[in-house]
């Protein structure tokens, strides 16, 4: 499973003893979710997939370009994201305090935020990948995550690790 999470959060998690105390059972993970230091990207699928984070703001809040508009095959209900200044993307075996080789790394301004998962069918665009189905340079993620700061107001927070299904019932 890839996840965003709040770096700040996961301070104590320095081995394997600490990150299983922490993260080992879905309790554990859907407890981080509803703190709002941890995002799931979460399609039920293993691979290895690309990501990009786009950070906007109040006045210029992050969107999908029209190219990944046109590739958008869902889009999740938006998880609280609490940010002490900057997130971290990788595999839910990589939290800890500190981004490591294949984590992306993003700075966010602090304070609430809503993050929004975005699945692009890559594939789709003509000329995106080789013939062993691998992207070219230039081609579109697999996963487009917005994060804006949460407005005032706002409602209810999806709270599950699948990122996709249902919403919160």
């Known amino acids: 499973m890839l996840v965003l999470w709040d770096p700040r959060r996961f301070e104590g998690v320095v081995d394997h003893e600490t990150w299983e105390d922490e993260l080992l059972e879905d309790e554990d993970i859907v407890r981080h979710i509803r703190a709002g230091s941890l995002v799931p990207l ?3 699928s293993d691979g290895a997939f690309r990501v990009l984070v786009r950070v906007g703001t109040a006045s210029v809040p992050a969107a999908l370009t029209e190219r990944e508009r046109g590739h958008q095959l869902a889009a999740s209900q938006p998880y609280l994201f609490v940010s002490g200044g900057r997130a971290i993307v990788g595999g839910i075996e990589d939290v800890s305090g500190d981004a490591s080789d294949g984590t992306i790394e993003q700075p ?5 935020c809503a993050v929004v998962v975005h699945v692009i069918d890559w594939q789709a ?7 062993t189905g691998r992207p070219l340079p230039g081609a579109l993620p697999d996963f487009v995550v917005l994060i804006n700061p ?5 409602g209810t927070f999806r709270t599950v690790m699948n990122t996709f299904e249902a919403p919160n019932g």
Request: no cysteine; proline share 10%; hydrophobic share 20%.
């Open 42 to 44: 979460h399609v039920d």
């Open 108 to 112: 966010v301004p602090e304070g609430r």
């Open 125 to 131: 665009e003509a000329g995106s990948y080789d013939e």
């Open 150 to 154: 949460a407005q005032p107001g706002h």
